[in-house]
């Protein structure tokens, strides 16, 4: 069993920066990989940017060079800075940890880009 915890979320204007955070607990040494996901209404949930053990990183095409994830030198914490915000980033966002085949979710924080 794996716990996710996810805070900085909250309302920015369009070109500002937000720093999501997202502490891992319980059986954290099983966890492969961990990642940000976020989903509007009427969607599917869309991978943002994952990261895996080994480092190898991974974004989608529309937060490419305005998004970074990283991991916390004790591998229980992930981050996802966001620069240049925009408007249509506004959703809410997801953590994600995956152990061996199973995936754990956070509660989701909401991410909201208007002027």
């Known amino acids: 069993q794996v716990q996710l915890v996810e805070s900085g979320g909250g309302l920015v204007q369009p070109g500002g920066s937000l720093r999501l955070s997202c502490a891992a607990s319980?059986?954290?040494?099983?966890?492969?990989?961990m990642g940000w996901y976020r989903q509007d209404p009427g969607k599917q949930r869309e991978l943002v940017a994952s990261?895996?053990?080994?480092?190898?990183?991974n974004y989608a095409d529309s937060v490419k060079g305005r998004f970074t994830i990283s991991r916390g030198n004790d591998k229980n914490t992930v981050y996802l800075q966001m620069n240049s915000l925009k408007p249509e980033d506004t959703a809410v966002y997801y953590c994600?940890?995956?152990?061996?085949?199973?995936?754990?979710w956070g509660q989701g924080t909401q991410v909201t880009v208007s002027s």
């Open positions: 994600n940890a995956r152990a061996y085949t199973v995936n754990y």
């Open positions: 319980g059986n954290i040494f099983s966890i492969n990989a």
């Open positions: 990261i895996a053990s080994g480092g190898t990183t």
